[in-house]
């Protein structure tokens, strides 16, 4: 791992800008109310050359440990733990506040090293407040403008000293695990060569970890899952409602329980999906808008549902959007330590889950409690088998000897007594699988018949739920296009 570094200081004071400058994208949402950021959020940085993990914080509030802020607060003071160096920003503008001083004074009591910085320094209106920044204990501050990008290259020189050879150190390690794996990669490959075999890659070689996103309503229990999973309180979790904002990636790996395995797992946490009528302010717009693209970046998609209030109509608008975007999805009932009919409410869920998404039946459905862990395990294994089918290649051959069987046992219609030829068929893509299929008349063919191909696909192919893509496309024939051309012109005589 890169050195890790912390941003920390009291709410409004452009953390999170600072965060986004530092990692070279909007990962982080930003807006001019305090308290936007909630979750700690990591990123991967790099000035000149320096390369470190940056980690945004929740701005430190001085409230009761009971409250919102007050557990905002104590996630951010765990965040230190481990960490290589931390960022103290300040407001320049604004000066030394009682809550600067008093954040200055706990992280004087850490053995973490720190580094004076003072944001929005453009202008004259910052000197006064970046020479109040002295008397905070920290040595010469840097003046920045995240906002502008203003002083970034100097947070180099107060950082180079503190995390300048653990990156050196790391990026030996990583080139000398590199030089390994290779090694041992060629050594394979020649043994397969002296015994005439071909050589074939791993999965571990192939594929990186499974990213996997846990999305549904507000207080499904989303993050409580997730903390579930990682054996400790990573996110921020209570009984208000939306209380996550930023889509949290978390690295983890995940032993099974049935063969001992170990696998890599990229855990994403999202913000709850209301309805687009009710979402009103700009700020959880902007979540929302966060949540969707987390769910364009994962594999496999967990949409979750609160057993207590059963499945409603979002909760299947949001599985169509998944769907619609090719993931892998796979549904699990949370709270089911306090669900009451237990057997009639699952089966009334898979009724209507096989109603409300008729174009992809038999989604996974599981029974979980984020409280208790009942049911994590068996739904983590089959998100790795689900994966491997949403990422599966069918060999030409056998693809064809089931499209043969296929147009066999129902061939296509003839409508307008013109006959639809579908010559052959080609896997084009996979992660989600897309197939093209090479014929005449495709525009003709009903979408009944292309409902029957993708049904029978799942079932014969082994796709199950996966979402698959099928393309039509008619060989381009001259003649053909000269004699539309004629038409064409006759109509303007």
């Not at 000293?161 to 990583?174: V, W």
């Not at 070689?205 to 507000?218: H, S, T």
């Not at 979002?314 to 009932?333: N, P, S, T, V």
Request: with cysteine.
């Amino acid at each position: 791992m890169l050195p890790q570094v912390i941003i920390i200081g009291r709410p409004n004071v452009g953390k999170s800008t600072l965060f986004n400058r530092l990692v070279g994208k909007k990962l982080a949402l930003v807006d001019d109310q305090p308290g936007v950021t909630r979750d700690r959020r990591a990123g991967d940085a790099e000035i000149a050359g320096l390369k470190f993990t940056v980690v945004d914080t929740a701005g430190w509030e001085d409230d009761d440990p009971d409250t919102l802020p007050g557990r905002m607060r104590q996630q951010t003071e765990v965040s230190l733990v481990g960490a290589d160096a931390a960022m103290m920003v300040i407001d320049a503008r604004a000066g030394v506040t009682t809550l600067d001083e008093e954040i200055a004074l706990w992280l004087r009591s850490q053995k973490v090293p720190v580094v004076m910085v003072c944001n929005k320094a453009e202008g004259k209106a910052a000197e006064s407040g970046i020479y109040e920044s002295y008397a905070l204990g920290f040595g010469d501050p840097v003046p920045v403008s995240a906002e502008h990008g203003e002083g970034i290259a100097d947070l180099f020189g107060a950082l180079w000293p503190i995390i300048g050879d653990s990156e050196a150190r790391i990026e030996a390690e990583e080139a000398e695990a590199a030089a390994a794996k290779a090694a041992a990669t060629q050594e394979a490959r020649d043994a397969a060569d002296e015994a005439g075999e071909i050589y074939e890659e791993t999965f571990d070689d192939m594929e990186g970890p499974m990213k996997l996103a846990i999305v549904g309503r507000p207080n499904a229990g989303k993050s409580t899952l997730i903390n579930r999973l990682l054996g400790e309180n990573r996110l921020l979790t209570g009984p208000e409602a939306g209380i996550t904002r930023d889509s949290i990636a978390i690295d983890w790996q995940w032993t099974d329980p049935e063969n001992g395995e170990v696998r890599d797992i990229r855990l994403i946490d999202t913000a709850g999906m209301r309805k687009k009528a009710k979402v009103t302010e700009k700020l959880e717009r902007m979540a929302v808008s966060d949540a969707r693209h987390a769910i364009d970046f994962a594999e496999v998609v967990v949409l979750l549902l609160d057993a207590t209030k059963g499945l409603e109509h979002q909760d299947l608008k949001i599985a169509d959007m998944c769907l619609q975007e090719g993931r892998a999805l796979m549904i699990a009932i949370n709270k089911w330590d306090v669900a009451e009919n237990a057997s009639s409410l699952f089966n009334g869920i898979r009724e209507a889950l096989n109603e409300g998404l008729s174009q992809v039946r038999g989604v996974p459905l599981f029974a979980v409690s984020a409280k208790t862990g009942k049911g994590l395990d068996p739904m983590l294994k089959a998100a790795f088998e689900l994966r491997a089918n949403w990422s599966k290649r069918v060999p030409t051959a056998a693809l064809n000897r089931w499209f043969d069987d296929c147009l066999n046992a129902n061939p296509p219609p003839a409508p307008k007594g013109k006959r639809i030829k579908l010559r052959y068929i080609t896997q084009i893509g996979t992660r989600p699988p897309r197939f093209m299929i090479f014929g005449t008349r495709l525009e003709m063919l009903p979408t009944s018949y292309e409902r029957y191909l993708v049904n029978s696909m799942r079932k014969h192919l082994a796709f199950d739920a996966v979402p698959v893509r099928i393309g039509m496309k008619s060989p381009k024939n001259p003649y053909h296009i000269r004699q539309q051309a004629n038409k064409e012109e006759r109509k303007k005589y």
